[in-house]
């Protein structure tokens, strides 16, 4: 059974600071890992979505790395600003087709981050 | 880009009544949506996937008979919590998968 863990669960920093968010799992057997943005008392957007062929993708200010064979994600934040503040989640689409966990997405408890000005 | 539409944001409803959830895939075609409980603080599980024309497929300890799926097109799956009781209370979000997942802003739930 895939296991997904995200560390810290809370980070606060003032604002500037660079930040990695880490993301564990249990079984390499992915076919994609994505992080996503949750804010308070709202659904999740997607921030990047990385292949398990790739090893990193960006956007703006943020780069997501991907060690597969580590079973390792982590999330760089540059220059965090207050409206980075959320709660930032990784999720883990299995690669195996037809069994009865495919499509399904197991998430980390994921990392409350708090920028203060 | 994909935009998955939940409704409604919120829903305050008595003990005993019935709740329906939608969740609508606005620009893209959806053969497989997922549904989700979120807990304060904690992460999303994963209730059932449901899947257009066919019986959704729910997940260890949900009830079926409570949580109501329907997906009859491919581009709107329901939600109903029957029979909702205060600890059905919690904030629940769809998601449609497109290559990556698009989810929908989520419905809290009050149940008094």
């Known amino acids: 059974k895939q296991e997904v863990t995200q560390i810290p669960a809370a980070l606060s920093v003032p604002e500037g600071e660079n930040l990695v968010l880490n993301c564990s799992f249990t079984?390499?057997?992915?076919?994609?890992l994505q992080w996503f943005r949750q804010d308070p008392g709202k659904g999740l957007t997607s921030l990047l979505l990385i292949q398990s062929s790739q090893r990193e993708q960006t956007s703006g200010r943020l780069n997501a790395s991907l060690d597969k064979s580590s079973g390792r994600s982590t999330l760089y934040i540059a220059a965090s600003q207050p409206g980075d503040s959320a709660t930032y989640l990784c999720a883990v689409r299995p690669a195996k087709a037809g069994g009865t966990s495919y499509g399904k997405l197991t998430f980390g408890q994921g990392t409350i981050l708090t920028v203060h000005p | 880009g994909a935009v998955v539409s939940q409704h409604p944001s919120r829903v305050i409803c008595k003990s005993g009544t019935s709740v329906k959830i939608e969740c609508r895939s606005l620009?893209?075609?959806?053969?497989?949506m997922f549904w989700y409980r979120q807990f304060p603080k904690q992460s999303l599980m994963l209730m059932a996937t449901?899947?257009?024309?066919?019986?959704?497929?729910?997940e260890q300890g949900v009830e079926k008979d409570k949580f109501l799926i329907n997906h009859a097109s491919l581009t709107l799956s329901t939600l109903t919590v029957t029979s909702a009781h205060p600890e059905d209370s919690s904030f629940y979000i769809c998601?449609?998968?497109?290559?990556?997942?698009?989810f929908g802003s989520g419905t809290r739930l009050t149940v008094v």
């Open positions: 620009d893209f075609q959806a053969t497989t």
């Open positions: 449901s899947n257009e024309g066919s019986k959704a497929t729910y």
């Open positions: 079984d390499s057997a992915i076919y994609n």
């Open positions: 998601s449609a998968s497109r290559g990556g997942y698009t």
